[in-house]
C-alpha cells in the first residue's frame, strides 16, 4: 500500500475498511482493463490511502490540497461504499468542482502512486515468478521510456513527494 511518506504514522490501521476497498479496486481494474492496455493510474481508493495521512498533517493541507483529498474522498465514497455523501457532515457532502491543474495534478499523483505500486511489485514480488525480465511497458508510457534511463530509474517515495503540494 502506497501512503504518503512523511505522514506514514498516521496510515489507517491494517484493520481498515479502505485496504479492503483497495483490493477490490485494484481487482476491479484487472477485470476491466483488457489484457492488452495498461492500467495508468491508482484506484480512487488507493488515492484516498495516500492522501489520508497527509491530511492529519497541518504542514500538507493546502487549499489545493484539501480539495483533491475532499474530491477523492467524494469519489470514493460514491463508488465504493453504501454511504450517500450527500448525508455526511460538512465538508464530505461538498465535492468541489476542480480546475484543469487541480484535476491535472491529482492525475498525475493518481498515475504516480499506480507507477510506484508497479515498481514495488517489479523489485519485490516479480522475481518471485522466475521469469528473468519485466518488459518497460509494465509501469512506464511512451513518453517516459524514450526520456533518460538514469532518471527513469528513480523510482522512490521521494519521486512522488511532489505531488504532496496539491
Known amino acids: 500500500m502506497v501512503v504518503h511518506e512523511p505522514t506514514k504514522e498516521y496510515a489507517p490501521d ?3 475498511e479502505l485496504y479492503t476497498d483497495v483490493r477490490k479496486a485494484r481487482l476491479k481494474q484487472i477485470i476491466e482493463t483488457p489484457l492488452d492496455e495498461r492500467i495508468s493510474y491508482a484506484s480512487w481508493p488507493e488515492t484516498v490511502a ?4 497527509a491530511s492529519k498533517d497541518r504542514r500538507y493541507t493546502t487549499k489545493d490540497f484539501e480539495e483533491a483529498y475532499r474530491h477523492s474522498l467524494r ?3 460514491d463508488e465504493w461504499t453504501p454511504l450517500d455523501p450527500d448525508d455526511q457532515p460538512e465538508p464530505l457532502c461538498n465535492d468541489p468542482d476542480l480546475d484543469d491543474a487541480q484535476a ?3 492525475g498525475e499523483l493518481r498515475y504516480g502512486i499506480k507507477k510506484d505500486r508497479d515498481k514495488y511489485f517489479v ?3 516479480y522475481d518471485d515468478l ?3 525480465t519485466v518488459p518497460e511497458e509494465f509501469w512506464l508510457n511512451h513518453y517516459e521510456q524514450q526520456a ?3 532518471h527513469i530509474n528513480e523510482y522512490s517515495q521521494a519521486a512522488l513527494a511532489g505531488f ?3
Open 75 to 77: 469519489t470514493y465514497l
Open 14 to 16: 491494517p484493520g481498515n
Open 123 to 125: 523489485d519485490n514480488v
Open 130 to 132: 522466475a521469469i528473468e
Open 104 to 106: 491535472g495534478a491529482l
Open 164 to 166: 504532496t503540494d496539491l
Open 50 to 53: 495516500y492522501l489520508e495521512p
Open 148 to 150: 533518460d534511463q538514469t
